[in-house]
């Protein structure tokens, strides 16, 4: 069988690291983006869903959060119905900054799909799901 795992963690610390510098200058490292950008996705999503969606431990997911607690991108507040629910917001300041984030994104997928068609692009979002 051929090797397919390789490749695929060198595609990831390679885009890891791009997304570092480019995010640089607005002090996120890439995790902090993957979680800003799911928060300004989805405001008002709880830690577990989060962490979920980034396929990550909720102890890590919670160190995340409150890095951007501290940056002031997000903030956590208690569901309306349920006092022990904490709700993770983006902050004004976070939501400024989605746009670049999602620009960013689309630019990074459109230079590591270049040379793949529309249906080869497909075909590999359905593998990789």
Known sequence: M???????GVVSRASD???NIEFKEI???RGQYLYLVRICEE???ILERLASMLKVDKTTAARS???LEQKELIERRSDAN???IRRIFPTDQGKSLYPFLLREENYSNSVALRGFSDEEQAQLLAYLS
């Open 65 to 67: 959060i409150q890095k």
């Open 43 to 45: 405001p008002g999503i």
């Open 2 to 8: 051929k090797e397919i795992l390789r490749p695929i």
């Open 82 to 84: 349920n006092r022990k």
């Open 17 to 19: 690291s791009i997304a």
């Open 27 to 29: 002090n996120l490292n």
